[in-house]
């Protein structure tokens, strides 16, 4: 696990790193993963019988004992809902005016949670004007990050998995906020990246394994890097991806389905 401070130039650019010491696209680990967490799950999930399958998301494997868990609490979630469609606005291009005012317009098309239309309509003039400030903060930090990027880069934003396993009777959930490479080059070219509005917690490990995990599964394809990047601090942690790493994520999601 490699901390930083962001970078002058683009995190996106870093992550990437240099094209030449890339290894070559790993299209083998993938299935003996599943083969072998396929034998492991039906062997805990045949007693007692399901009606419904098993549903693990990154919150089910990560570790809740951070100190503060600010993404909980109603404001953390506006707060983030927001910065997650500034996300995808900058990744394609767009000029960012009023990053509140924009990034409002791109979530009230997007479907959002009820619950938090309900909390946004509940703020009074003084928490909206609160939440404005505090999203132009970390908008500003997400800019200075992400900088250009590239559309040779293949850049894909709030990339949804569901990967079922063991026929069905455990189905993986994820999303990741920023997607960048192609699966089909020679050499491992892609990378996942994490944004949080919040503090990087001591959970980061276990996400980062889980989102690289499903990755894998669902394209059959091990990523090169994976990392999480803070608005908040703006300290980015990356990991290189490896089958022993992959391992261990393969071992959260079968600690999970013991547990459940």
Not at 37 to 56: F, G, K, N, Q, Y
Not at 92 to 100: A, C, M, N, R, T
């Amino acid at each position: 696990m490699t901390p930083t401070t962001t970078p002058a130039r683009s995190i996106l650019e870093d992550l990437r790193g240099d094209r030449s010491e890339r290894p070559p696209r790993d299209i083998e680990t993938a299935a003996g993963l599943r083969a072998t967490l396929d034998a492991e799950l039906l062997a805990i999930r045949s007693v007692p019988a399901r009606t419904s399958p098993l549903v693990i998301s990154a919150s089910d494997v990560t570790h809740h004992g951070d100190a503060v868990d600010i993404t909980h609490a109603t404001s953390g979630r506006l707060r983030g809902a927001l910065i997650g469609q500034l996300i995808r606005l900058v990744a394609v291009g767009h000029e960012i005016i009023d990053p509140f005012d924009d990034a409002l317009r791109a979530w009230r098309l997007d479907s959002p949670s009820p619950t938090l239309i309900a909390a946004y309509a509940d703020l009074d003039a003084n928490g909206r004007a609160r939440l404005a400030t505090d999203v132009a903060a970390h908008a500003a930090s997400l800019r200075r990050a992400l900088a250009d990027v590239p559309s040779a880069w293949a850049v894909r934003t709030a990339v949804r998995a569901r990967v079922p396993l063991a026929g069905g009777v455990v189905v993986l959930h994820d999303v990741v906020d920023l997607v960048v490479g192609s699966y089909c080059d020679a050499s491992s070219s892609t990378v996942l990246l994490d944004v949080t509005t919040s503090p990087i917690g001591r959970s980061a490990t276990s996400l980062l394994g889980f989102h690289a995990f499903v990755h894998c599964l669902r394209t059959s394809v091990v990523p090169l890097r994976v990392a999480i990047f803070s608005t908040a601090t703006g300290e980015l942690i990356s990991r290189d991806v490896d089958e022993t790493w992959l391992e261990l994520a393969a071992n959260d999601v079968l600690d999970v389905a013991r547990r459940a």
